[in-house]
């Protein structure tokens, strides 16, 4: 009978303990807008900024300041949040890492990446779509990620970048040359040690026109969105909500295709060069 009444006190404490503690979680929980508070109250919005990345980063050689879309977006973010934009120097495959390390608070043309994204939050909404290409010299013949998928062919791929995990997941039997940074990549072609690089296409424009070389969309083509990431933490939610809103804005009103037309056209690119079959 007592171990029936204990049974009976200890179940009824148990399910006390329980709604108690189910009362006192939201107290408790996360403010959602702590991100959001931290980077007004910091007064500066740390962005990531590359070498060799034209024209979505570009740095002024003579004043050392950067600029190019990726940065004209992030200044019209810092804008809106009361602070200022500030450039942080890395590499896409650093940026897992400086996200871990709180050195940015935003990184754009993200795409969505598996082993980065353990520590990295994707907006579910792409800032532009883009689409997996590579830059040959003229003449080569491989239009396929099939056909690309032999042991005679060198693609170069940036290391830590998704590219990289587009080649090794497609093209495995292929040889691969891991570079740090684009410049590297664009030096090997040069010097005619690989046969192609992967890249996103709006990258693929720029690098044809520095090799004076040819872009296949090879088939089947693999669409991609360049979107937005911001470091998984506590706190985030207000942030991600509000820059969705903010991406939502600008492809509502072509804001964002616009942006990318008049960047490519300023630095005397030539859109037309992109295949017929993609669009963004």
Known sequence: MKEKIHHHVFSALAAFVILCAAALQPAFAADPNTVLDRIRDSGELRVPVMVGEEPGYVRDRDSGEWGGFYMEWANEIAGLLGVKAVPVETTWGNLAADFQAKKIDIAFGLNPNPQRGLVVDYLSVPLFTDAWAIVTKPGFDKTSWAELNDPSVKLVVQKGGTMQVVA??????????????????????????????????????????????????????????????????????????????????????????????????EHGIDLSMLPNEFSF
């Open 168 to 265: 090794e997941a497609l093209t495995p039997k292929a040889e691969k040359i891991v570079v740090e940074e684009r410049p590297l990549g664009v030096l090997e072609m040069q010097a005619g040690r690989a046969d192609a690089m992967v890249l996103a296409i709006f990258d693929a424009v720029q690098v044809a026109k520095q090799i004076d070389g040819e872009i296949i969309l090879p088939t089947p083509m693999l669409r991609n969105p360049a979107t937005i990431g911001l470091a998984r933490e506590e706190g985030n939610e207000g942030y991600q909500n509000w820059l969705t809103n903010w991406v939502n804005q600008q492809r509502a009103l072509g804001l964002a295709q616009g942006k990318l037309h008049k960047a490519f056209e």
